[in-house]
């Protein structure tokens, strides 16, 4: 037998002659001609070298060998709709797979709770969470190695749409003991006098403060640098130097650690965080459906 020969439509044909008895309705029932039917299912016999119905006046009846053939029609066509119903999920975005990277700060602060309700709603969807610098992000989008980016503004997103789903406040976080610990606001570049804790080299809160030391011609006075906003707490609430923090990020450590807050003066010290996808670039219905959750979410 050359199963390529075997086709649904006479699978179709021969399941619904052997429940009804009878090729007439059978063939009714597939919308087929009558000899068209009969000549499908001769066709099908002389394919598998058996005889499969057993054909008299009264109508039809299986064989043995036909009863075979219909235990395994009907297992391909329970296959074949378990097949068709799961890529109707996927389409529908049920089901699938999503890569987001994101910043520190929005790790930290607006995604946990709004990913764990998405997946409770959605937990056929597999969504890849990686922590990235926003510079990364964009790339990782354009390149089509990320399907969504969460990101704070100020980092070149051109060839993205981007939506605001937060926003994020800097500020100076220093220890109860700092000389500036009264201070209820302060200028960045009145900062650059002191000591700073960082992050390590390549983060994006480390650059952003780095160019702007430039631009007063100054450079920051690193003393230590460290790979966590927790660790940065550490370190300042031992008062090792101060640091710039997002606040709603790192406001339960500032809280648990007696640490003073201070207010920058600055206008880029207030960012908007991004939802970042690539423009004109296909999403698929999973992506879809994670990128409208969070907009509803973190609005």
Not at 67 to 96: C, D, T
Not at 117 to 143: M, N, R
Request: with cysteine; hydrophobic share 45%.
């Amino acid at each position: 037998m050359n199963p390529a020969r075997v086709d649904f439509v006479t699978l179709k044909l021969f399941c619904a002659i052997a429940q009804s008895g009878s090729i007439t309705k059978g063939a009714n029932e597939c919308s087929l001609a009558l000899s068209a039917a009969s000549r499908r299912i001769s066709e099908f016999e002389e394919t598998v070298g058996l005889m499969l119905l057993d054909r008299s006046a009264k109508g039809v009846t299986l064989t043995q060998a036909g009863h075979a053939v219909m235990q395994h029609a009907l297992r391909l066509f329970q296959g074949f709709e378990q097949f068709s119903n799961e890529l109707g999920e996927y389409a529908k975005g049920i089901k699938g797979h999503v890569r987001l990277w994101a910043n520190m700060s929005s790790l930290t602060e607006f995604l946990p709770s709004a990913l764990a309700s998405f997946l409770k709603q959605h937990p056929e969807i597999q969504v890849e969470v990686e922590e990235q610098l926003s510079g990364d992000i964009v790339k990782a989008l354009l390149d089509g190695i990320a399907d969504i980016g969460v990101l704070a503004d100020g980092t070149p997103t051109a060839g993205l749409d981007t939506k605001i789903i937060g926003h994020d406040e800097l500020v100076i976080v220093c220890s109860k003991d700092h000389s500036i610990k009264s201070k209820k606001s302060i200028s960045f570049e009145e900062c650059l006098d002191y000591d700073f804790v960082g992050l390590n080299r390549g983060s994006s809160l480390l650059e952003l403060t780095s160019r702007q030391a430039e631009k007063f011609s100054k450079q920051m006075r690193l003393r230590i640098q460290v790979r966590s906003y927790d660790a940065m707490c550490q370190m300042i609430a031992v008062n090792l130097g101060i640091g710039v923090l997002p606040f709603q990020a790192c406001a339960p450590q500032i809280k648990a650690m007696g640490l003073k807050v201070i207010h920058l003066e600055d206008a880029w010290a207030k960012r908007n965080l991004l939802l970042a996808m690539k423009a004109h670039g296909y999403q698929s219905p999973a992506s879809s459906l994670l990128s409208q959750h969070l907009l509803s979410q973190l609005r």
